[in-house]
């Protein structure tokens, strides 16, 4: 089944505790981006990727990393987290350069909250 | 101003009924524009694109105007499975498939 996969969908954890957040995806797409979605706000881009090895960042990346080492798989990593980044997160990924704007696969979405 | 607005609603109708959303975006370079879907706390999902003649997609119909810079999504006859949230998206013009998301205009049918 084509799908994208995030992983923990649900975490707790304390301000400065490094995490990270796994995406996967099975569909060979090039281009991958992580979301932050909050209350009023609506969906906010954190960092892209258009392929391995390149990542840039979008509307919102303060306080995260992140990695493209495989086509696959694109981590977002809290190195020092704080409680204003509790928030629902989601990895998507598209087709890239010859499919500009089509559909965006979201994952199931991650629940952080930051004490 | 935001690049894409929408009403929040809720819009509460009754099953059967017809509702009309509309969403106004601010890039007039704008060209690629979408209806995702959004279940409660679940991940959006796509619903249709929207084309520049317009589009229909069995009880769902989706309206372009480059003029006012507004897109539409109709709904006819509406089940209790169509509550949810939707997502007004259009791609932003200074970014390689960068797209904006509105906040989304929540839908409750009722009996």
């Known amino acids: 089944e084509a799908q994208v996969t995030q992983n923990p969908r649900y975490l707790i954890t304390v301000t400065g505790k490094k995490l990270t957040v796994t995406c996967s995806q099975n569909m060979n797409h090039e281009y991958m981006s992580w979301y932050r979605q909050d209350p009023g706000l609506g969906l906010r881009q954190i960092y892209y990727?258009?392929?391995?090895?390149?990542?840039d960042k979008g509307d919102v990346p303060e306080g995260y990393k992140v990695s493209r080492k495989e086509k696959r798989n694109f981590p977002l990593i809290l190195e020092s987290p704080s409680p204003n980044q509790t928030s629902l997160y989601f990895c998507a990924s598209s087709l890239g350069l010859r499919y500009t704007f089509r559909e965006q696969f979201f994952g199931p979405g991650t629940r952080l909250t930051v004490l | 101003r935001k690049e894409v607005e929408q009403d929040p609603g809720p819009f509460n109708v009754p099953e059967g009924a017809t509702v009309a959303f509309n969403c106004t975006y601010s890039?007039?370079?704008?060209?690629?524009f979408f209806w995702y879907r959004q279940d409660c706390r679940k991940e959006p999902k796509l619903l249709m694109s929207?084309?520049?003649s317009g589009n229909e997609d069995g009880r769902f119909t989706a309206q372009l105007n480059r003029a006012s810079q507004y897109i539409s999504l109709l709904i006819r006859d509406s089940k209790l499975s169509d509550s949810a949230t939707y997502l007004c998206v259009v791609n932003s013009p200074t970014g390689f498939q960068k797209l904006v998301f509105g906040t989304g205009t929540r839908l409750l049918v009722s009996p």
């Open positions: 890039n007039s370079a704008s060209q690629s």
């Open positions: 929207v084309y520049s």
């Open positions: 990727s258009m392929n391995v090895e390149v990542t």
